[in-house]
């Protein structure tokens, strides 16, 4: 079936190819540059709570943030919101509805700083221009706080500026600036009230000390420390209340809003840097704008009517695509599934700068301590186009997460994963195949990464997550381009706006040809570098063996294994160098299948063939190496030479033993899938009403240790999971047993029910969606605000069947 799914494709894209050889470049490019347009603009600081740069300008790009405290009190100035942190303690903040090619709506619910806030970000059409309106209220009005709202904005580099009409300072209710950047030629700024009260309750304290006024402050500010702009507030607004002090200003309480004013008591000299600080008596709402336009464009934003106008416009689009994708009726649950996608989506960031990579340090593999990587190098910069786990604990590129961010976003917008995908692919190494498993570029990435991580290594891998995603992208588009080549009238896919690839397979080919060297290289550096030392159980398996096919994770500690991406998870004790991965070799299986698809839509028939029989080999030597006939179960193996058969097996039923079946590598009629069924289902041990936990209740490191992947409920794991099911057994299992089939059934529609109302119970009680899920009450555990694969329960609620 798959075979012939793959030869019609490929005789498509053949045919598509030779017919358009003419228009095929001008294709390619014109979809290029409508997806330059459309993701050119966005809030890409993702470790902002609101931050806008473009993409693809490297050096100096323009760059925007936007931070506030509440300046009624002295210390409402430690309470500074910038960058996103766990212990600011917000009550909400993410989006409630976002697209990075579109705009969205942000809310944030800060009590500490009395603080309601919604930030919508629009773009025009044209994607060249874009606004940011920015509004507040208090959440109790009967505090006299006072909101002091600071926007930055910077362009740095040779032939950049950004400078005020009237000079150094403004204090208008409209401010404009002119900018010019070589990569964005003219472009103006304004920021403009539109409601509001600014603070007037106390006197100023002289005439740029005035928080009835807007101040702006223009300095300068080198390119690699705009990041720092909360600092350098704090720094100088210190400057300037000592300087209130010692010129014996009398201040009172009611003053002090005035005193938080920002004002250039340096004399610096005007800069590309600007601060523009607001500060609004919260005793009604307040709403300003910030708009972006290049004197370029066609489609000016105006005016703040024309915000407003965007502001429907895109709320109105946002709800229909979501709704033309995500089948979700009940309104709880839509507002749940809305939200965790524009996080995830909101997440997505751009990213430049160097790299810290130790490749001296030896790794002695006998000794399964630690290895400090003591000789970094910055190495770059490069750049990355990608969404992260968490704004606020890991906001950077995680290559084990990626893929899996991926498969949620891929229902929603197929051709953006695939500009993702590319970003990830262009930073294989040339000649070692390698990229790095964490993607932490420049300083400001770094400042949210503990120093013992920052340092990448070459020989660490993770699972290739960005290759299973590749994977079910080719799967789709071969199904796609077969129901229309089949001459079905009505295909059950209608392509939409985000479908481009989906409809010109020329594109997808052209992709195809531009990452292919890349990814044989990364295939042959992890399959090179993982490879398991197979020499002893040549000895003992001879039927059916491929030495070459076997795998186990470089980089294993007594404790942990951090590379398998299942850090704790228990495994072979001791630690052998010879002990061999259930997971590894299911990976790497996905490898080979993927660089087997990606080679067929390039007509390489050697190599499809090379692949094939590698993925072959795989399959078999999931059943020759890792089988335990007693244990009816795939495990990980070691040798153990006091023991007769030499190969003892390492059972831990859970995650690891379920990854065959999870990865779809056991074949549709195997009669093992039985025993995937039962073990799924068994309530003693995997299933629970929150979802499959990670490790067996009856294993002997259940909720031992620091319990990270030895029992709570993980959300990525729980899609592959359902995601197979659907897969081997979706109208029945055509060569099961009934009775399999019928569990397979039940358990299906019981997990995927238990995963949704645990989640959704836990939103509505906190608002956040977490890192895991405690296998004991389903609360939310591990890292707040995790829409990064947790929000694949989006799929699970809105695409996968309620039944199979
Ligand atoms: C899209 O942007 C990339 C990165 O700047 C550039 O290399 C490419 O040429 C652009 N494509 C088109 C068609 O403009
Ligand atoms: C915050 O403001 C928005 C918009 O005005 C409103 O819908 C929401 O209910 C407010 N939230 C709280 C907690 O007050
Ligand atoms: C789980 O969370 C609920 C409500 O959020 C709380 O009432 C309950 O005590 C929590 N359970 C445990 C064991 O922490």
Redesign the pocket.
């Known amino acids: 079936m798959l075979l012939r799914l793959l030869v019609v494709f490929a005789l498509t894209l053949f045919e598509a190819h030779a017919e358009t050889q003419g228009l095929f470049s001008d294709d390619v490019e014109e979809f290029e540059r409508s997806t330059n347009q459309s993701l050119l603009w966005a809030p890409y600081r993702s470790n902002c709570y609101f931050g806008v740069r473009p993409r693809f300008i490297n050096e100096n790009p323009l760059m925007m943030g936007l931070m506030w405290f509440d300046a009624s009190h002295a210390q409402g100035i430690s309470s500074l919101r910038h960058f996103v942190e766990q212990n600011d303690r917000l009550e909400k903040y993410g989006y409630e509805l976002y697209d990075p090619r579109i705009g969205g709506k942000e809310a944030i619910i800060d009590r500490e700083n009395n603080l309601n806030l919604t930030i919508h970000f629009v773009k025009s059409k044209d994607g060249e221009n874009w606004a940011v309106r920015v509004s507040g209220s208090p959440l109790d009005s009967s505090k006299l706080s006072a909101s002091s709202l600071v926007v930055y904005l910077s362009q740095n580099g040779p032939g950049g500026r950004l400078e005020s009409e009237h000079g150094k300072t403004s204090t208008e209710k409209r401010i404009e600036l002119k900018g010019s950047a070589p990569e964005l030629g003219d472009y103006e700024i304004t920021i403009e009230d539109i409601s509001g009260q600014h603070y007037k309750r106390g006197p100023a304290l002289g005439p740029d000390i005035d928080g009835s006024k807007t101040s702006h402050m223009s300095l300068t500010v080198p390119g690699d420390q705009v990041w720092k702009a909360r600092d350098i507030f704090q720094s100088l607004l210190t400057d300037s209340i000592q300087n209130i002090i010692t010129s014996g200003i009398p201040m009172d309480a009611l003053s002090i809003p005035s005193a938080l004013m920002i004002r250039n008591i340096h004399n610096f000299p005007p800069g590309n840097f600007h601060f523009v600080q607001k500060t609004f008596d919260l005793a009604e709402p307040f709403e300003f704008d910030i708009i972006f336009n290049n004197k370029a464009s066609r489609q000016p934003i105006g005016s703040s009517a024309e915000v407003s106008n965007l502001i429907s416009w895109s709320t109105n689009e946002l709800k229909a695509r979501f709704d033309s994708k995500f089948d979700i009726k009940d309104s709880s649950l839509k507002q749940f599934a809305q939200e965790t996608l524009a996080n995830l989506l909101g997440g997505i960031g751009y990213f430049h700068g160097t790299q810290l990579v130790d490749r001296s340090t030896e790794f002695d593999e006998e000794q399964f301590n630690k290895i400090e990587l003591r000789a970094p190098r910055e190495e770059g910069p490069i750049q990355l186009f990608s969404s992260v786990p968490s704004r606020a604990f890991f906001p950077r590129g995680f290559y084990w997460d990626e893929g899996f961010h991926m498969l949620q976003v891929m229902e929603y917008d197929f051709d953006l994963v695939l500009e993702i995908l590319q970003s990830w692919f262009l930073l294989i190494e040339d000649d070692s195949g390698w990229v790095g498993r964490e993607l932490i570029l420049g300083s400001e990435a770094r400042s949210k990464v503990p120093e013992e991580f920052q340092v990448q290594n070459p020989n660490i891998a993770n699972p290739p997550t960005l290759l299973l995603c590749f994977s079910e992208m080719l799967t789709r588009a071969q199904e796609f381009q077969d129901s229309i080549a089949g001459g079905a009238e009505e295909s059950s896919i209608t392509p939409s706006s985000t479908e481009e690839l989906l409809k010109r397979p020329e594109l997808l080919m052209s992709f195809a040809e531009k990452v292919y060297p890349k990814l044989l290289k990364h295939y042959e550096w992890w399959t090179g570098s993982q490879r398991g030392f197979t020499e002893e159980y040549s000895e003992v398996l001879q039927d059916g063996f491929h030495p070459n096919e076997a795998f186990r994770w470089v980089g294993r500690t007594f404790t942990h294994c951090l590379p398998s991406g299942l850090d704790d998870y228990p495994r072979a004790q001791p630690p052998d160098v010879a002990e061999l991965h259930l997971d590894a070799l299911s990976w790497a299986g996905i490898m080979s299948r993927s660089m087997k698809q990606i080679a067929d839509v390039l007509n390489m028939a050697d190599e499809v063939d090379k692949f094939s029989k590698i993925e072959q080999n795989i399959i078999e030597n999931l059943d020759t190496i890792h089988w335990n006939a007693d244990q009816k179960c795939y495990c990980d193996v070691t040798i153990d030479d006091d023991f007769d058969e030499l190969r003892r097996f390492v059972c831990h039923e859970g995650y690891v033993t379920l990854l065959p079946f999870a990865l779809k590598l056991v074949p549709r009629d195997s009669d093992k899938l039985q025993h995937y069924v039962e073990l799924m289902g068994d309530t003693d041990k995997l299933f629970s009403d929150f979802g499959v936990l990670s490790l067996s209740k009856q294993d002997e490191y259940f909720e031992t240790g620091e319990a990270y992947w030895r029992g709570p409920v993980w959300i990525n794991m729980n899609y592959l999971l359902l995601d197979s099911l659907l897969y081997y057994f979706q109208g029945g299992g055509e060569n099961q047993d009934t009775a399999t089939a019928e569990r397979a059934r039940a358990v299906y529609s019981d997990l995927r029910k238990n995963l949704i109302a645990n989640m959704h119970r836990v939103w509505s009680?906190?608002g956040y969606v977490y890192e895991n899920y405690n296998q004991r009450?389903g609360?939310g555990s591990g890292v707040q605000h995790f829409t990064g694969w947790s929000a694949l329960i989006v799929n699970i609620m809105g695409r996968l069947p309620v039944t199979l």
């Open positions: 009680e906190k009450t609360n």
